[in-house]
């Protein structure tokens, strides 16, 4: 159990996300601040698969591309990288509602999520 809890920790340390473009916006302290708070929904949806701890100590990069719809659901468009990462990676994120979050609707995000021991 506290090994599972220490690998929780490192993952959550160790995923980078990235986001690329940079939108043009009236309040950019607005689109910053629920950005940020996105950035913290997927941080903490998106842990590390529970099947794949006795992998060897090796890294995988799963490379995502998505948006926000009208409804608030994240839309995958674009996912690459190992396929078993990229598809937990994938479940985790088309369950989540992004709530009040209309100012980054239909905008794109690219995250980068570095799984690893």
Same mark, same amino acid.
């Given at each position: 159990m506290k090994t599972n809890n220490i690998l929780k920790g490192l993952v959550a340390v160790i995923i980078v996300m990235i986001t690329l /473009? @940079? &939108?043009a916006s009236n309040d950019p302290? *607005? &689109?910053? *601040?629920k950005e940020s708070r996105m950035k913290r929904i997927v941080s +903490? +949806?998106?842990?590390f698969p529970v099947s794949m701890e006795s992998q060897s100590d090796q890294k995988f990069v799963v490379t995502v591309d998505f948006n926000v719809d009208s409804e608030g659901h994240v839309v995958v468009n674009e996912? *690459? @990288?190992? /396929?078993t990462y990229t598809m937990h990676v994938k479940? #985790?994120?088309? #369950?989540l509602v992004m709530k009040k979050m209309s100012d980054l609707v239909g905008k794109s995000f690219v995250y980068r999520f570095v799984f690893s021991k």
């Open positions: /473009p @940079g &939108f302290t *607005s &689109f910053n *601040s +903490a +949806a998106v842990d996912i *690459s @990288g190992n /396929p479940e #985790k994120l088309e #369950k």
